[in-house]
């Protein structure tokens, strides 16, 4: 399983650390800012960073999304 | 020594029936009396003897997979039953605890594993156990906002960590947690190496929000005259060891900083003397400082203490029976309104 997605998420970004996996991440940045930490893995925002170890969190996000998708079609 | 003292007692053998309960085991290995077995039901009859000594605080040393490999419940319920005194724990310890606490969970897993997969899907691993990030993450949230209450309440005031602990055992609601049956039974929690386990970069989470005015403080050093007030007011001192560094290290330290040296020690680990370091140090080495006295009962178990312990445990409790009640020195203070 690859995540080689170059698009910009909240699950590819640095700040990220797993909440509820794979759809919702914990943001440090956001939790510093007093803002709701909690957000959507396929979300960004303007403090993205890329992450400098990959991990499955978007890939397994849109997996989910996708058969989420395929489900309601 | 004349040549007939080395030969008082015979190795007698094992005997196994179907109905041996723990203890009767343990009966057993006493009379081999040999190897790791002779070892075993020494360290339980030195805790039986703790335990039945009037004037005997028992320090319990934990440090590490404790929580993770299964042995939380064990802790909690020495603690309930006043089968220890004083918990001196690495940090991580109580962390592996809170995150139970909170509603997390540790998983069997293995230890031939592919741990950059692991990685990818944020799990942890302890050896062969699992964890999962978020139940880290969760903890994270909760007590960065729990730390945030406890610094307002402080207002700038640092705590001892056997207050940090004592307070977050407060804000605790599980009955199983060690954290929360300290804080019910009154028994401290220490934790001289704090910042070393998440607590610490919880602490770094709350302490960096944006505007944070009350950042909690905890220091470590106020731990020392309270934990060697304990040791020195204590007519008798014993330790039992999980494993050993700096929670070992500071029963040690305390009992010679007080003058009194250990009375009783068992220590499971499987560390070695070679390195020098104190966890495989030996007791025998402990007398040469002062930190044990030389006349101590003492016995080093070299095993894995989730095999070890749980037995101990259920050895020495199964020879008190289900009435026996302890009163501890500790109790019979605080109830005399003399601690400090």
Redesign the interface.
Known sequence: MENNNEEKFCGNCDSHNCFDYPTKVFCSTRYWHHQNPIVDTLWHCESYNRVSQECYCVSEALKQKNSGKAAES | MDRKDYLKEPVNHIKINGTLTVDQLMQQFKNSGSLGAGRLAAACDIYEKMLREKDCTIFLALSGAVVPAGMRTIVTDLIRKHLVDVIVSTGACMVHDAIEAVGGHHYKGGWAVNDAEL????LFRIYDIFV???D???L??KF?EMYADIAKQRNGESLASDEFTHEIGKRLTDKNSILRAAYEENVPIFLPAVRDSEFGFIHW?HA???DQKNVLLVDAFKDVPTVCGICARSPKNGMIVIGGGVPRNTIQSSALASKKGLDYAVVITLDRPETGGLSGSTLEETVSWGKMKGSADHVMVIGEALMVFPFLVASATERLGPDFKRNSFLQREKHAGKAN
Do not use: T
Not at chain 2, 119 to 122: E, G, P, S, W
């Open positions: 990685y990818k899907y944020h999962p990030e978020e880290y993450i969760r994270d949230f960065s989470l960096s929000q944006k």
